[in-house]
């Protein structure tokens, strides 16, 4: 149940409400809300002179579903804002992990030239062999602030576990929280304490109502700067990587409230296929794009075969255009 | 292995040829081939003065792989071409079972008033449950003749099984094998003999390995009017019906000759996002779609949750339009 | 809703009252039943009169449901009785496909001196690629035929599709519905109008739910008969052919009335684990075990990985022995 | 590769041509080994001299192959050794959740009393929920200390997440990596410089290959105590809350070294099914078995279905050692 306060109770008292009920407390939109779990379906009878609203729910999606709020949350990512009305449609590029000053900074360039403002980059990657590169990890870090200063570019970057949320949450303007980390609540509880923009990714084996739920967790504590991001999901099928879930999009479109970025790079595993998927996403009408690019994807360091080259990349952001342009999106 | 017979080889030879190597023979394109499983990678010395041309693959998918045809093979549907260069998407529209000539014959005026050519509607439906409703059968498919003579519309219908595959031969001008019957070979070899179009649905359990090796029981049987449909697979996600594989769209893009149609409504399985993505589907650039379509869905007698009524079945082929346009494609 | 009749009720007016209220009608046990869609919640007020029993049922799992039949129904193989209380295993034993006299006769031979009785060959094999190994078709089936006259063994072979049920019915003992074709309603009505029992196999697509509406078809169809078989299902798990479901199985018992019979060889698809696998199975208390063997896996013409070779089937039996006993059950 | 250095090389030299390589090193039975990823297929001619033997691998499955130990490496789990030739199943017991020191001392009490001597306990749950339940932290790990105090047992408890992984170290006698956890650098790293056993349960959408990888962390890392524990994944089937991978277990004892636990109330979900499966379970022969039992599930905070009740617990181990002995195990 979420439970709006009245706007005469004072912030300590509503602290204090939440406490007796076991509730958590967040404040947004300038108003005060106590959120207990959804078992609760009966407003207390102590709390009705102070409430002025509530809404009961089926289930524990309650902050991020669209029975709360009916539009989509805008949340800012640099100078962009997604969500809401805006028909915003944001790219985020770049190659997959940052590799070396001069891997990042041609790419840093790429994206700038090509008049989009978020550039990506995995600085500690979760990858399932020991035997793998795993990163440049804080050397990343500082790689991607200098891309930030050098070009004015928003950066992204994703935290594989707790053990190094903090400096992810310093260094990053979007904390990116992968799909192997999602259940993590070291990361989603660090993330819930910072105003930071958040973009959950959601697990490969994760039903979508989990997956929301991970997302219950950081605006029950506190941070309201969610973004979910399907980029597929494990089936039986094995000739692409995973299997990007567009019934699912489709899915939370109607049942929550969270803009939504999608991944076709991850899904399809193969470069051939990302342009038509990214293209298919489009007209979806979707709140922004995570498409991976690399100077050089024969020598990339991770995920080689999923990559676009700059020249496939450049072509694939033309022709977005025209596609978000018939479902009445911009391309940023 | 496929082996491109020289012109000069006169087709009783031809047979008697494929015969001595137990391998299937065809004519296509005025053409004889031979096809041998794909164990096979080393021409038969006894074929090579007769041979003009011949093809090795690495597995059983051979006269629908594009390694074999470089371009996507023309299949025409009534009037419409779709496949080869035609930049073709036509949309099959009507309702998921034929219910009563008033039902079927209002959703044929529908469709032909909407300036669309194709009707769909089941006749025998494959149910799960014994005490679901089963269909019309051949009462069904008098019906749907009756709506092609009437509106002059092309009509497709499904073989359950293959005790009436026959009459479906008879009486479709496309043959739909279903999803739960794509593994049929009681259908598929009687689909080879015809020279009907065959629209094959994967199979929910299905990989696409499989699915196209069902379109080689037809094609190495001798009809080469052979059209793929993706309709949804089954994971662990239960939010939605099934999981649309639009990655394992690309990947029969990639690795296939066949034209491809799509089936949003059995993926989703509920009619809010259906229009979504039909639009992502379209925006891949594909041959086809298929819609359920219902005069009113409250009452249909299956698949109720996923047809949608006429007034967005109309408003969501307008927006397909400029989607289509803006990936050079048109809506037929 | 089943409906039990009161024993005073004529069979010619049972039937009539069934198509009064488009009811199947069955009798079993000397007993008349109406069903109808689990729809139906309510004793229609007509009927009151003529019913001695009845059943509302949450789903169309009906006929099959443990709360329709409180024990587990009994089903004759030859001489071997499985389910209710008898505490038999009866174990199921031979190659994957019949490819000859001699490989046929020395597996039928080997199977009848282990003591066993009950012996398995494919004739008609539902191959996903038309360039494999489609089985001898009739001439497998006479040489089961011949199997059966010359060792006294119950054979048991596979349907395919409906257009040769009919032979199946005639050669086979047992029916065997495979996992591709268990919707196939050619094949299950035609199930259901022998007393021969079927073997059902779960698609590896389907649903707990699914699979048992199948057995419906059957069991509302007149035969009572029916056995279930789980024999894998497809997963992201590709180290394995396919996943065995014994989870699926504690659930069917729980639910469902049907002895199970449990196939490892093609849920595993490699020999190394068969053994283990099948101990397992017997040890969860079971009716049966269907374990693919050959005289020669190494030149088999369908399965080779999967099939174990005589001696290894032989140590396997033993081994089975003391693990039924320890749970209390024969190996037959 | 693994390269097992000859045994005149001292540590510090080993080391030194480990950073040479960018390889591990660890010491293992009294030898040295550098391990570098399975790309590296010849010895590096430098180290030739240097070599006593080494092992080229597919995959980056290594330290764990049965290629590398060709018998089950032995763990120690409190006084009972698993793994090896010791034919021992473990029974690992105990609730869901530490509750209340009541709770877990009823439950430790009857663990004691039934002979056995490994107790569970999460302290740290992993809920998908931020409403749910979240365990008692610290708190629940004093109280299992005070339980090992007490009555003598070996505890286990769970690591959900790297920012308390040091915490439970210290507490823990068996780490226990959750299914949400297992892909959790913080804590494998973490887990790799300690000398405790380590039992890692496979995530529910993780391949065996990857499942495997992760146990390669802990081992490349130093610590030889890797346990693997199978606990049911993920698939389309809901009727039952996991699908137990038992094919995967086969697969796993063919082809790693490491001890294999087997933990069927997790994947069920409902406590009808457990005793079957853990008997299906105990047939395969494995090291061990985890069961939660409660003394009143009915007031479980956590998974309340799948747990047994002290009666039913009790009777199921009785029926365990039969089983167990069928197959030539004990049950400890």
């Known amino acids: 149940m979420i439970i709006e306060l009245k706007s005469t109770i004072a912030k300590i008292n509503a602290e204090k409400l939440a406490m007796d009920i076991k509730a958590f407390h ?33 289930n524990d999606l309650q902050l991020a579903s669209s029975k709360f709020l009916k539009t989509r949350r805008e949340v ?10 805006t028909k915003n449609t944001v790219i985020i590029g770049g190659p997959c992990s940052v590799e070396s000053e001069e891997q990042i900074t041609t790419s840093a360039k790429f994206i700038k030239d090509l008049g989009l403002q978020v ?8 990858r399932t062999s020991p035997y793998s590169f795993q990163g ?22 994703e ?9 992810i949450i310093e260094y990053s303007d979007v904390i990116q ?29 994760t039903t979508l109502q989990e997956f929301v739920q991970a997302a219950e967790f950081v605006l029950a504590g506190g941070n309201p700067n969610v ?3 399907e980029r597929g999901i494990r089936t039986f099928e094995t000739g692409t990587r995973f299997t990007l879930d567009l019934c699912g999009v489709a899915w939370l479109k109607e049942h929550t409230n969270l803009p939504i970025i999608l991944d076709p790079s991850h ?11 990214a293209r298919a996403c489009v007209a979806m009408g979707i709140d922004g794009l995570l498409i991976e690019a690399h100077p050089d994807p024969s020598v990339a360091k991770s995920d080689a075969s999923q990559q676009l080259n700059h020249t496939q990349f450049e072509s694939l952001i033309s022709s977005l255009k025209p596609v978000a342009s018939s479902v009445g999106y911009n391309i940023l």
């Open 119 to 126: 550039l990506r980059g995995g600085c500690y990657k979760p």
């Open 26 to 58: 967040i404040s947004f939109n300038d108003k005060s809300y106590l959120i207990t779990g959804s078992g609760v379906k009966e407003l207390p009878v102590d709390l009705i002179e102070v409430t002025e609203n509530y809404w009961v729910f089926p």
């Open 177 to 205: 929280v992968g799909a192997k980390a999602m259940y993590d609540q070291g990361i989603l509880r660090a993330c819930a304490k910072t105003q930071k923009p958040v973009l959950i990714k959601r697990g490969f084996g």
């Open 76 to 85: 800012k990512i640099g100078n962009v804002v997604i969500g809401g009305n």
């Open 136 to 157: 440049l990890g804080l050397d990343g870090l500082k790689l991607l602030a200098q891309m930030r200063e050098q070009f004015g570019l928003t950066v992204i970057t």
């Open 267 to 277: 899904a399809m595993g193969y470069a051939y296929g990302v342009p038509d998927l």
């Open 159 to 167: 935290a594989r576990d707790a053990s190094h949320i903090d400096e």
């Open 227 to 229: 973004i979910l991001c």
